[in-house]
């Protein structure tokens, strides 16, 4: 850690409890108060709990892509501060799913301690949460919401619907192959590059991407085998790329590099725990609900900066296996029951009132053309 202290200020709230709903947060320097970030969403109908939890969840990531220490979070729910500290139980099943996600990311800090404030003193995020509920209600927002107030009105899903609005279309492209790959070992954060053969891969990812159409960014996870296989699908669009950290591949921990059979002959009782829960980690790594928090915020910056958009996203099997569960409301245990291919295409479409809708998975099809013409 850094030894940095942080102040994290969140909040969140719905107008009708379920109604339209939004959150707000806050990450300050404690010692300056200078503000390091702010993040605000419209999450369409939800109840007042959830709103604050995602709210909650959104200012700890906040926090640690500010570089992580020490952190105060000042909230003025009483509820979710008892929670927290683990003085209240927390009963509800949707409640226990973000709390467990919040306490992911609180094992990510140095220390964590959740103080309760008044509402006048959680202000700043107070007015973030309801520009997001304006912007959920469909009134444009003051500045802070997420996505603007217009789209959050006019896009509907698409079909038996009134006012059809276009989506902001993910299309989501594992990378090429890599030594570990070609092995079916666990790759995680080792930053191993491309093979001949996944370089060849990656050009023919390249050329199919070419046919899409319009395509207004390139999103890549900044993992060197991602970046590769980005670059070329970029350079075939005529678009740049841009790097999101929260797209990287899960952290494996002591199992990189291995197999999953060496895995389980070393760690029986750890890789059991492992599959059978999405809270638990790896020895020295990253759980998988870690991943799905922080995979959720980088979705959102796209949601963000490409409203109504297509975005190519090139990542990895566990993120883009998190989207498509997060698409299909599926439960964590689905990622266990989804195939993803080297350079494999799937796409999403996610509507501003809400509901997702996946297009096409692990489409592979080029790979097939590439061994035909060769």
Known sequence: ????????????????NPGPAGYGAVVRD???????AERSLAIGRATNNVAEYQGLIAGLQAALDSGGGDVEVRLDSKLLVEQMSGRWQVKHPDMKVLARQAAALTRQ??????????????????????EAMDAAEGGRPRGGAALPADRRADNRLTGWMDGQAP??????????????????RFSGRGDNPLTEAGLAQARSLASTAALLGRVD????????RARQTADLVAEALGLSVTEDAGFAE??????????FGEVRQRWPDEVE????????????????????????????RVLRAHPAGRVVIV???????????????????????????????????????????????????HLGLQAASA
């Not at 404690?30 to 390091?36: D, K």
């Not at 299309?171 to 079916?184: C, D, Q, W, Y």
């Not at 899960?250 to 590099?257: I, R």
Request: hydrophobic fraction near 40%; charge should be neutral; avoid cysteine.
């Open 273 to 300: 725990a492992w599959l059978g829960s999405a809270d638990v980690a790896p020895p020295g790594g990253e759980s998988f609900a870690a991943t799905t928090s922080r995979v959720r915020q980088a979705r959102d």
């Open 315 to 365: 990542s990895h099997v566990t993120p883009i296996k998190t989207l498509l569960r997060l698409a299909l409301d599926a439960p964590p245990q689905a990622l266990h029951r989804m195939h993803l291919d080297l350079t494999g295409i799937s796409e999403v479409d996610w509507y501003a009132d809400g509901p997702a809708v996946v297009k096409r998975m692990n489409d592979a099809s």
């Open 250 to 259: 899960t952290d494996f921990g002591e199992w990189e590099g291995l197999t």
């Open 1 to 16: 850690m850094t030894g940095r202290r942080l102040i994290v200020e969140a909040d969140g709230g719905s107008r009708g």
């Open 217 to 224: 960014a390139v999103v890549s996870s900044p993992l060197r």
């Open 30 to 36: 404690a010692r300056t108060g200078e503000v390091l």
């Open 109 to 130: 800090f140095g220390t964590v301690r959740f103080t309760w404030v008044p509402r006048v003193r959680n202000a700043h995020a107070d007015r973030l949460a309801n």
């Open 167 to 184: 989506p902001t279309t993910t299309i989501l492209m594992r990378h090429a192959e890599t030594s570990l790959s070609a092995e079916k």
